[in-house]
């Protein structure tokens, strides 16, 4: 058994690398840990500037702020997470505090869900404050699933997504919220 709990980035280099290991092949874990690496500088190169204030929600109802390594994925966009720091555990934040964070992007990646069912919990939200702050700045609906919920190479793909609904260009796993 080999026991994997990354928080951040550098967690999820370590895990992979773990499993490389446990598997006899160390060197080609290490070679896609430099590759993602490597990706990650080359989004940072491209970053909308300035850096938008980025709200990313985890969950709808009750409202989670997303943690863990979505801030670092942010941050690697171009982006600032507003609502959470790298490594902090996902939380649960009313929406009137959220409203005061003042995002100029929020991003619903809604942890183990794709862009369809997450579309469909936006269009149940009832409550008052949520429309507000919907209403409020551009709302981009990640595959938190595929995306951005999972510690693995693919959050790369998601910080990649992020970068794309800071400058506002649709791809797959990635659709504005009208």
Not at 8 to 28: H, K, M
Not at 75 to 101: C, F, M, T
Not at 111 to 116: I, L, N, Q, S, Y
Request: hydrophobic content about 45%.
């Amino acid at each position: 058994v080999l026991s994997l709990s990354a928080r951040t980035l550098s967690g999820i280099w370590a895990d992979i690398i773990s499993v490389g290991q446990a598997l006899g092949l160390e060197e080609p874990a290490r070679e896609l840990v430099a590759e993602l690496r490597a990706r990650l500088e080359r989004l940072r190169a491209g970053a909308p500037r300035p850096a938008p204030r980025v709200v990313c929600l985890e969950w709808l109802d009750p409202p989670y702020l997303a943690g863990h390594w979505v801030p670092e994925l942010v941050a690697a966009a171009g982006g600032r997470d507003v609502g959470a720091e790298p490594g902090s555990q996902s939380r649960v934040v009313p929406w009137d505090e959220i409203v005061k964070l003042e995002p100029d992007l929020i991003v619903v990646m809604l942890c183990g869900f794709g862009v369809t069912r997450a579309r469909a919990e936006l269009a149940a939200l009832e409550d008052d404050e949520a429309r507000i702050l919907l209403a409020g700045a551009p709302v981009w609906v990640i595959d938190g699933n595929a995306y951005t919920s999972r510690p693995g190479p693919r959050v790369v793909d998601g910080a990649e997504r992020l970068q794309s609904a800071m400058i506002g260009r649709p791809t797959p796993g990635l659709a504005r919220w009208t």
